[in-house]
C-alpha cells in the first residue's frame, strides 16, 4: 500500500466512525447529554464497588465474587479515566471535571495519577508504535523476554524498576522519580498494603508471627486484607488483563501512521481479558483513528466499523507479531 493509499484508507475509517457517531446521537438525543451520562456512569460505578465492599464486609458475598465483580467494575473507570483524559466530560468545568479524575483513580489506586497519564497517554497518539512511547512500553509492549514482560504486565512497579535504566537510555526526556512521584500518594498507599500483605503472609508461613504482633498491627493488617480483597486484587485483574491486551494489540517498530499503529483483537482467546477491560482489544483501534469519543458510542458503533476496517486491510489477530515482539511487518 502507497502513501497516498494509506491516506486515503485512513480518511475513509474516519469518515466512517463519525458518520455512525452521527447516526446513533441523531437516533439516540440521550446521546446529546454527555457530561451527565459520563458522571451518571462514573457514580454508579463508584457505588457499586462500594456496594460490593459492604455486601463482602457483611459476608452476604465471598471474597471470590467480590474481587471478579469489583475487577469488571473497575474496568468501567478505566474506560471513564481515558474519556476524561481526551476531556470528553465537563471541559469547560473544571472542578467536576477534575472531581471525576479524582474518583477514577482511587477506584484504581495501581495507577499513576490521571492528570499526569494524560500527558504521556496524548503522547502516546503522538508516537504509537516507537520506542518514546512510555506508556506503552510501560506495560510490556516491545518486550521480548516473555518472564519480564509477565512481570511488566501484573506489576507496574517492579516492571518500572527493572527498565528504567533502559528507558533512560532509550526514551527522551524519561524520569523515573517523575514516573514514581505521579503514583503519590492513592498508588504509593496500594503498593504499601499489596506488599505488606504479602510479606506478612510469608514471614506468618515460615515463621508464625500472628500471635506476636500487638492489636493495633493486627488490626492494620484486617484492614489491609479488607483492601485486597474489595480493591487491590480486582484491580491487578484488571489491570493485567488491560495491560496483556493492549501490549498485545500495539505495534513497537516498523510504524509509520495510525493505520500501522494497532490491529484488533477479536480472537476468543481474548475473551477473559475483554472481561476485566471492558472489550479493549475490540475496540481501541478505533479510538486511535478517532481520539476524541466517549467509550460507551465506541462500544455501539464496533460491529459496524470493524467490518469497515477489515474491508480496508486493518489487521486483525496479528499473532505473528505477538510472537516478534510487537513488531510491524509489512
Known amino acids: 500500500m502507497t502513501t497516498t493509499d494509506t491516506k486515503l484508507t485512513i480518511k475513509t475509517i474516519v469518515k466512517a466512525i463519525k458518520d455512525e457517531e452521527r447516526n446513533l446521537r441523531q437516533k439516540y438525543p440521550i ?4 457530561n451527565a451520562l459520563g458522571l451518571t456512569i462514573l457514580l454508579l460505578s463508584f457505588s457499586a464497588l462500594v456496594g460490593l465492599g459492604v455486601l463482602y464486609y457483611l459476608a452476604i458475598i465471598p471474597a471470590w465474587l467480590c474481587v471478579v465483580l469489583a475487577a469488571v467494575v473497575t474496568s468501567i473507570s478505566h474506560e471513564l479515566e481515558h474519556d476524561l483524559i ?3 466530560y465537563f471541559s469547560k468545568f473544571p472542578i467536576v471535571h477534575n472531581f471525576m479524575m479524582l474518583v ?6 495501581n495507577t499513576i495519577n490521571p492528570w499526569y497519564r494524560r500527558q504521556i497517554h496524548l503522547h502516546h497518539h503522538k508516537v504509537s508504535g516507537t520506542e518514546q512511547d512510555l506508556e506503552e512500553r510501560l506495560v510490556g509492549n516491545g518486550i521480548k523476554n516473555p518472564f519480564l514482560r509477565f512481570l511488566v504486565i501484573v506489576d507496574g512497579l517492579l516492571g518500572l524498576v527493572f527498565n528504567s535504566a533502559r528507558f533512560k537510555k532509550e526514551i527522551k526526556d524519561f524520569s523515573f522519580s517523575r514516573v514514581f512521584n505521579a503514583g503519590f500518594p492513592i498508588t504509593t498507599a496500594y503498593f504499601i498494603v499489596l506488599y ?15 500471635g506476636m504482633m500487638p492489636a493495633w498491627a493486627m488490626s492494620t493488617m484486617n484492614v489491609f486484607e ?3 480483597i474489595t480493591l487491590v486484587l480486582p484491580n491487578i485483574i484488571r489491570s493485567s488483563s488491560l495491560n496483556f491486551v493492549t501490549s498485545s494489540m500495539h505495534y513497537y517498530g516498523g510504524v509509520n501512521n495510525v493505520f500501522e499503529q494497532t ?4 480472537s476468543r482467546l481474548f475473551a477473559p481479558f475483554h472481561l476485566f477491560c471492558f472489550n479493549f482489544g475490540k475496540t481501541h483501534t478505533i479510538h486511535h483513528f478517532v481520539p ?3 467509550f460507551y458510542l465506541r462500544q455501539a458503533i464496533s460491529a459496524k466499523i470493524l467490518k469497515v476496517m477489515k474491508e480496508h486491510g486493518v489487521r486483525f489477530n496479528d499473532f505473528a507479531s505477538i510472537k516478534n515482539a510487537n513488531f510491524y511487518s509489512k
Open 31 to 34: 446521546l446529546s447529554y454527555q
Open 86 to 88: 481526551h476531556k470528553q
Open 104 to 109: 477514577v483513580w482511587l477506584m484504581r489506586p
Open 196 to 210: 505488606s500483605v504479602v510479606i506478612f503472609h510469608l514471614v506468618n508461613f515460615i515463621v508464625p508471627i500472628e
Open 226 to 228: 479488607f483492601l485486597m
Open 263 to 266: 490491529h484488533v483483537l477479536t
Open 292 to 294: 476524541n469519543q466517549p
